[in-house]
């Protein structure tokens, strides 16, 4: 009898991680972990563990890690418990027991190298039975049957990923990726609101919120109310050209990007990927970056710049896809 097997789709993001399994489930969490200070949260918080926003909005009792975010050592021991924790969670959202084997695909953040991937294998054994890593690109234009010809930019929060995808696996020489992504708009919005209104106090989840809910580039500058806290007193200001500008600042580097993957395609195909550029991952949800980015290319020739739906599930949901008709041989078994 054929052993009843499940598939899974990870996304392990640096902000936050999606599981999508053949049996239906569906799941994003922040990728966040939270130990309890000492023994007072602990007893207060009731367990030793806490993920994603459970973790936040209990960050003053706990140890946060955000064991994927860029400049982590991926060999610290207790980051990569963190890890192991987190994954763990993840994978038990989708009711692995309830099936004789678990077969997945992983995309990994791209600044994780492949020593760093050795660790990952490690923490996915006793879970998963075999393995098969691929990039958060690819997995994109597969979820989108738009593996014959594209371009996928994946504006995430460590890292923008720009791979360009025709028909087979993606190489080393066709991906290229920038540290200009959300977590660098984040930090460009806090310095452009601490320049303006000295003593402001705002941290890089306030200002990840209020980019999140006004994010544009382009345009006419479009008003954009919060409420500061300078110096301990209340005030609402208006930042929408500060929202602006700091989305702005990562569009440059983005289009020389996508620029230097088309250049340094074949020429036949060049066209082709001109004309398929589709963008994803939660930068993608900044109002007008699509003609932002289609007119920065103009220069190049006639382009097509598009948004996939679903961009914060796309990678999962991809990769779950791909899981599904990848034949055995692919897969590494990790037990
Ligand atoms: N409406 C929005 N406008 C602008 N940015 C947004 C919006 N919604 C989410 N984001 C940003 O998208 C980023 C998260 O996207 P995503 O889930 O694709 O990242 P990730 O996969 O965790 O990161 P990476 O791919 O770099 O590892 C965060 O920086 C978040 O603030
Ligand atoms: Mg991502």
Not at 3 to 9: E, N
Not at 56 to 72: E, I, S, Y
Not at 276 to 305: F, H, P
Request: with cysteine.
């Amino acid at each position: 009898m054929m052993a009843d097997r499940l598939y899974i789709g990870i996304d392990l993001g640096t902000f936050q991680s999606t599981i999508s399994s053949s049996a239906g489930k569906s799941e994003t969490i922040e990728t966040v972990v939270g130990k309890p200070k000492d023994p007072v949260a602990r007893n207060f918080l009731g367990r030793d563990v806490l993920f994603g926003a459970d973790a936040l909005k209990n960050k003053l009792a706990c140890n946060l890690f955000r064991p994927m975010a860029a400049g982590v050592a991926q060999d610290d021991e207790a980051n990569l418990a963190a890890a192991k924790a987190f994954v763990t969670n993840l994978i038990e959202t989708a009711d692995p027991e309830e099936f004789d084997e678990v077969y997945g695909v992983i995309c990994s953040p791209s600044h994780i190298s492949f020593t760093d991937k050795s660790n990952l294998v490690a923490t996915l054994r006793g879970q998963v039975n075999a393995i098969m890593v691929v990039s958060e690109p690819f997995a994109t234009a597969f979820g989108l049957e738009e593996i014959g010809g594209s371009i996928v930019v994946d504006i995430g929060a460590g890292t923008t990923d720009i791979a360009r995808i025709y028909g087979t696996f993606p190489t080393e020489e066709d991906e290229m990726t920038i540290e200009h992504a959300g977590d660098s708009i984040d930090n460009e919005l806090i310095s452009l609101i601490c320049k303006k209104y000295t003593g402001a106090q705002v941290t890089k989840d306030m200002v990840r919120k209020w980019k999140e809910e006004f994010s544009y580039v382009g345009g006419e500058v479009v008003e954009c109310m919060v409420e500061l806290s300078v110096e301990g007193k209340k005030q609402v200001v208006d930042i929408g050209d500060l929202v602006r500008d700091a989305c702005e600042t990562a569009m440059p580097h983005i289009v020389a990007t996508i620029k230097a993957i088309v250049a340094s395609a074949d020429p036949e195909y060049q066209p082709v990927l001109r004309n398929n550029v589709i963008l994803s991952g939660g930068g993608s949800l900044i109002q007008g970056v699509a003609d932002r980015i289609a007119d920065e290319l103009s220069d190049i020739g006639d382009v097509n710049v598009w948004c996939c739906e679903d961009p914060i599930t796309k990678v999962a949901d991809g990769a779950l896809a791909l899981s599904q008709v990848m034949p055995d041989e692919q897969y590494t078994s990790i037990n």
